[in-house]
């Protein structure tokens, strides 16, 4: 199977947060597991707040990226299809909420997963943790809308 | 004037958005002024969501560093020193929230603004918004506390 942002249209994955075709970024891959997506992420050594601990802005990107492939995925089971499998909807972020809990160590592999909690033709909102180490160290919500006009490409 | 962040004791100056010494880092730098802490900032052409347009992420980590720099200098105003003349005290975020009102163009300068709205000794509240070419197009506020007991480096 196949991670949800590997099957987003060409157009679509150039994101520096989730895009396969964007050779500087972070490649965020979130894979669909029964209810809900999980993604794993290295962080880079430069990812840092403080020595030590994971910079807040990675930790809020991998809520956005991870938060907007849950909701494709979402949005694919309530119309009958596979994610993974089937090409995934483009979602864009409505809003972003992020709280820190505790600090984030920088030497762990952290683990992102997201559940939809509530899924509509307009909206989809997704709740996201990010643990590390099994501790959950952030928590986030996602407000997800599907990819307006004005973000389409041209002659699209 | 100095910008805050450029102020923080050297074992702060390594976050990857706002460090000084983070070599890899966004650099974001935030100027007193007035009332308020203002950034400006250029993304680089691999920090997009869509073609064209900023990447949320990007969005998110200029309003949370640059959330913190204003904290700090709304805590030195409320002490009777001078932002980005006087060392600066480093906050970590609590919390993080963006709204995203339109998408942001990728080819503009980034205007961000950070207003204090609550200033108090365990929390600072600051409203920011980011614009690009005289709009706004994300809103966000950011929760800090001063740094944590566990985040002082080794020694301290």
């Known amino acids: 199977m ?6 987003y249209p060409d157009d679509y994955s150039h994101c520096y947060g989730c895009g396969r075709l964007n050779t500087h ?3 965020v891959r979130s894979e669909w597991n029964g209810n809900e997506a999980v993604a794993r992420f290295h962080p880079d050594p430069w990812h840092i707040a403080i020595p030590g601990f994971v910079y807040g802005g990675l930790v809020a990107s991998l809520i956005d990226c991870h938060g907007i492939g849950t909701a494709a995925g979402a949005a694919m089971r309530a119309a009958g ?8 909807p483009r979602y864009v972020t409505a809003s972003l909420q992020v709280d820190f809990l505790k ?3 920088a030497d762990a592999e952290l683990v992102v997963r997201g ?13 996201v943790t990010v643990s590390a180490g099994g ?22």
Request: cysteine-free; overall charge neutral; hydrophobic content about 35%.
């Open 25 to 27: 970024g972070l490649h």
């Open 2 to 7: 196949s991670a949800i942002q590997d099957l």
């Open 115 to 127: 559940t939809p909690s509530e899924v509509g033709e307009r909206k989809i909102i997704v709740d």
């Open 135 to 156: 501790q959950i160290t952030a928590r986030g919500r996602v407000i997800a809308a599907p990819l307006p006009k004005s973000m389409l490409p041209a002659g699209a």
């Open 103 to 105: 600090p984030t160590p």
């Open 81 to 88: 299809k596979e994610p993974g499998v089937d090409p995934s």
